[in-house]
């Protein structure tokens, strides 16, 4: 069904992928983050108006956008597993949830540490922070009903099936908060962007952002490992791995 | 054997909803009267000002509608998953989105629909402006179908579970925040006088996606828990 | 030097803030990088202990 990745698609093969691909990904997120950092706390330029507090974005906004891009994964692997019934992308699903939660609250905390110089207070009702809220919301939705239901498989179906209502409703959601917020204008202008970005300020941002999706599917290789392995406990490899490699 | 129209079957399992909801009145009864208590905890705790009320008074009673009607979804399907009918009717040879939506339309008539009226008398104690009663009647049309119809997936996923009613709240609310902010809206707009067409327009869209998504969904959802 | 560096701590005012939300975001990550590889060991000493335990019953 997936060509020539159809093998990976047994647990079995996906852990030992998972396995071999992980320090990989860590070793060049780790790289990246340390040259991201570099770039956005020294070599770019101070902005103009918001002074150095612009630094903030080097986290807030990749953090924000891993956020919608995690819900995205959870879904659309949660239907294939849903669909095809591959074991693999229900584990995938599962060990998705507590990292965009992760993100979604880095986004958020980062948003208003970045709002108190900005606004004055740690907090405003602005569009942006509002749907990000909204979402974090519905990770714990979808980790609350997966710690509900004690049969794994079913979990994870039903998880997908609610994934899958969170993510039409992701736009909806997202624009009906923008309505929101155009029609009850406060004194404080809501402007979060980056005003005019430079090239010496997006370079480290967009390294930041590689960053940030690689450390995503590294710590994603470790949670489907854990998912796996506790899912397939009664198979062979399993119980051969947990005695150490060697088939006593 | 003869093989009914699914009309039929839709209208047989619409009476039997109807008849068994009528039966369990005083079911019925709770989510209205925490509706109606809710409303009446916010001049209590603000003060009886008209203008303060009036004020508040859109926000205060949808909220307190959405909030009623996410308790009010635990009854859908918890009775028929008890007793196994619910298997049955999933496992008859009628399309089972038909059934489902029977059920649906039946939870909306027993508690969506006794909503909308005593929505539209508390906005009366609550000063609510003449002008802004047929906007509240429209957004509550529109606006209690969907609560029924999304509220619907999430408490199929949720059937038999322990603890099912909270976090059925969980799953749902966040859900429900687009159809709150357009009917508010809607209805703040109708007190200053502006168009409401707009919200409404959402609100019907938003209606319309769920009829066509959420019986699939349902009925998938219950698969699943039953399997 | 030292004064690069103090320039470079003291943010241009904006010291608490910045370096909170990166310190923030280093630590979750961090965490996020760190509780999966425990969890992974624990899971398979608890599959050990199990199977240690139903050998030594048979």
């Known amino acids: 069904m997936f060509g020539p990745l ?25 790289l990246l983050f340390l040259v991201g950092l570099y770039g956005g706390l020294v070599y770019a330029p101070s902005d103009y108006q918001q002074g150095d507090s612009f ?28 669909i095809w019934k591959v074991k693999i992308s229900d584990a995938i699903a599962r060990s998705c949830a507590p990292l965009g939660a992760a993100f979604t609250f880095l986004a958020l905390a980062t948003g208003s540490i970045w709002g108190k110089p900005m606004w004055g207070t740690w907090w405003v009702w602005d569009a942006r922070l509002t749907s990000e809220l909204i979402l974090l919301f519905l990770y714990f939705g979808y980790m609350a009903l997966q710690a509900a239901i004690e049969d794994r498989r079913m979990a994870a179906r039903a998880g997908a099936i609610l994934a ?35 090239t010496s300020m997006l370079i480290p941002l967009l390294i930041m952002f590689l960053a940030f999706k690689l450390y995503f599917f590294a710590v994603l290789c470790m949670r489907a490992r854990c998912e796996i392995i506790e899912q397939e406990k009664n198979s062979r490899w399993v119980k051969q791995l947990a005695r150490g490699g060697v088939d006593s | 054997m003869q093989r009914l129209s699914s009309l039929a079957v839709f209208s047989c399992l619409l009476k039997r909803e109807l008849l068994l909801g009528l039966r369990h ?13 809710v409303v009446t905890m916010f001049p209590l705790a603000l003060g009886p000002e008209p203008e303060q009320l009036r004020q508040i008074a859109v926000a205060v009673i949808w909220v307190a509608a959405v909030l009623a009607s996410s308790l009010s979804l635990d009854m859908m399907f918890r009775s028929d998953f008890e007793d196994g009918s619910l298997e049955q009717i999933l496992l008859s040879a009628q399309p089972a989105n038909v059934l489902v939506m029977a059920k649906v339309l039946a939870h909306w008539l027993l508690s969506g629909a006794p909503l909308i ?10 000063y609510l402006p003449q002008s802004a009663t047929v906007p509240m009647l429209a957004t509550l049309l529109l606006g209690t179908p969907i609560f029924s119809l999304i ?28 159809l709150l902010i357009f009917a ?17 327009y ?26 | 030097m030292m004064e690069q560096l103090n320039e470079f701590v003291h943010m241009g005012g904006y010291a608490s803030y910045v370096w909170s939300a990166f310190g923030l975001s280093v630590v979750i990550l961090m965490a996020g990088f760190y509780l999966p590889m425990q969890k992974e060991k624990s899971i398979l000493q608890k599959i050990r202990k199990n199977l240690e335990r139903m050998e030594r019953s048979k």
Not at chain 2, 117 to 126: C, E, G, I, R
Not at chain 2, 202 to 227: E, G, H, K, Q
Request: proline letters at 5%; charged letters at 10%; glycine letters at 6%.
């Open chain 1, 6 to 30: 159809d093998k990976y698609a047994a647990p079995e093969r996906f852990y030992l992928l998972c396995k071999s691909m992980g320090p990989w990904l860590s070793a060049i997120s780790l």
């Open chain 1, 55 to 82: 630094r903030i974005i080097y986290v807030h906004v990749p953090s924000a956008w891993m956020s919608m891009f995690v819900y995205v994964v959870m879904a659309v692997s949660g239907a294939m597993g849903l």
């Open chain 1, 164 to 198: 899958l209502a969170g993510l039409i409703n992701i736009p909806i959601i997202h624009y009906s908060v923008e309505w929101w917020s155009t029609l009850h204008q406060g004194p404080t202008v809501s402007k979060m962007d980056a005003p005019s970005i430079h």
């Open chain 2, 25 to 37: 009145r005083s079911e019925l009864l709770h989510p209205l009267l925490f509706f109606l208590i």
């Open chain 2, 117 to 126: 009226v005593s929505a539209l008398t508390l906005s009366y104690f609550l």
């Open chain 2, 151 to 178: 509220g619907s997936v999430a408490t199929a996923l949720t059937v038999g579970l322990r603890g099912g009613g909270m976090l059925l709240a969980l799953l749902i609310l966040p859900l429900y925040m687009p």
């Open chain 2, 184 to 200: 508010v809206s809607a209805v703040n707009n109708a007190v200053q006088g502006l168009s409401i067409k707009a919200e409404l």
């Open chain 2, 202 to 227: 959402f609100l019907s869209a938003l209606l319309v996606l769920a009829l066509t998504l959420t019986p699939f969904a349902t009925t998938a959802s219950l698969r699943i828990r039953l399997s």
